[in-house]
């Protein structure tokens, strides 16, 4: 997608629901507590804030432009396990470097997906609709956010974000499996557009803000920590609803990641077109964490959603993007789902 001017509509939205402080940096920003760019990465006795719901070492979550796109900052905070609407995100769009505005959004409920909790934000009827879904993993020790509209006035804007909470050291070797419920934000239309604020009646089209709709699936990744090497597939993917719904999406192969000393990994996003050929889709990559690596966050981007085609192409002319989100457990720590009874279970890794 190539990037334009951030639209009126979209700094107005911004604007109003201002609030949080901005201090998880993507794209290697550097944000001070007033919210003013100092220039300065913390030192390794400096480590940041000690909140949960912000960075706690820059370093360590300065996420890759390719995943991050238009995403400047975001602050999440699941708050009390035990009450779904105690949760609370900032977030901070980013478009060809324009001021930092952020939002907070509203928790919403409808817009969940089984193990990601959504929220939206929409300052009034013609302005845009930003959908956003997060998570953190079972022990605490990740999580991640995506957030996405599916565009008003040409352009869309979306992003994602993982982070690590508390101390990681990276085990060094060992095999072990991750696995859990993936969780997507797209740029195309939700069919029944039922989060939006209504439009004005007589409102023309070209003024209207979209929902996006939302993907679900599942995904199952290997770590050889030996080998520093990461893969694995998001499969059973597909839309919650809409149209499309009962169209089954081509699986997403998570392909040469590469792990970091640091418990960070990237690698890249693959899917098989209809002769079966492997091709690059998008790119993929996240984190671990963990005292025993019990937790797994990523995000992955998509440069398309469906193969062959995109039904859209011969009306539009235009292509679909996807953007998700994976929180995953470890396979044999007492969350994993039942994926993980068919491999190696690691009570703990030495």
Known sequence: MVKQAIPIALMLLLAACGGGDGSNPVNGDRVSDDGEDNGEDPGPDDPGPDDPGETPDLDENTIPDALAQDLRSIAYDPGDP???DDDTLTVEMNALDADRILATYDR????????????SAQDDALDRIFVALAARSPDGSVQAVVAGDAGQFTDFY??????????????TEGQVSYAGNYAGVTNLSDADQDQRMPVPPGTDPALIPQQAAQTTGSVFINVDFGDNAVNGAIYDRGFVDGPYADQELETVFLADGDLDDTGVFLGTARMRDEDGVPFGAGTFGGTIGGENSDGLAGVVALDTIFIPADPREEVSGTFDKETGIFVLPRCGTTDAPAICTDVDSLEDID
């Open 158 to 171: 979306q992003g994602g974000y993982y982070e690590r909470v508390g101390n990681y050291v990276k085990p």
């Open 108 to 119: 919403n409920a409808a817009l969940d997906v089984d193990g990601y909790r959504a929220f």
């Open 82 to 84: 035990g009450d779904p």
